[in-house]
């Protein structure tokens, strides 16, 4: 007498359905982590953009003040270029307080594909002014 095994009668637990609701909540769970850390990094992104920010406006007020002493000591043009640059480092703070996180990454991309080289020396400035400005905040809290 032939003997019948059937799928039904005889299931694999092994098999790729029994898995499949462990794999399924391993990923749930994963994805839930990811997105969970992606929001923490994006919080603590925007607070420091904004303390960017806020560190640029302050550079340039600094630099108008300079620029108005210079300009009443009879020092025109570096009062001119004082006062450009403050200008100009006004309008970097304004940008940034004003784009989010992704703008301001679209930007980065788009400048980097226009102009490499300006892009290259730009980033290599920024890491090293990050650099000194983590060893100084290190260095005035023991």
Known sequence: MPVETSSASNPKPNGPSAGDPLRQAVNEQASAIWDDAKGTARTKLDQQKQSVASGIGSIADALRTSARDLEQKQQGPIARFAEGAA????????????????????DAETMARRRPAVFFCSAMAAGFLAVRFMKSSQSSHP
């Open 87 to 106: 200008d100009s480092l006004q309008q970097l703070s304004g940008r940034l307080e004003g784009r989010d996180l992704d703008g301001l990454m679209r």
